[in-house]
């Protein structure tokens, strides 16, 4: 295999790993703004609940 070869693999490698960090990091990113919008989503139906239930209970 010839040195310009080698380099270029190396180069594909070495870009590869990068985008594979980033693709990581893009990846944690999302799974926490899931994680919290999941959280909201939670709350709003807990608030629309209660705010139903009093509907539920007023008595007019």
Do not use: G, I
């Not at 870009?15 to 709350?43: I, S, Y």
Request: glycine fraction near 0%; proline fraction near 2%; aromatic fraction near 4%.
């Amino acid at each position: 295999m010839s040195l310009e070869l080698f380099n270029q693999l190396e180069q594909r490698v070495t870009d590869t790993v990068e985008a594979l960090e980033m693709m990581k990091l893009e990846n944690e990113t999302l799974r926490n703004e899931n994680t919290q919008l999941k959280q909201e989503h939670e709350e709003w139906e807990r608030r629309l609940s209660a705010l139903l239930t009093k509907f539920d209970d007023d008595p007019s």
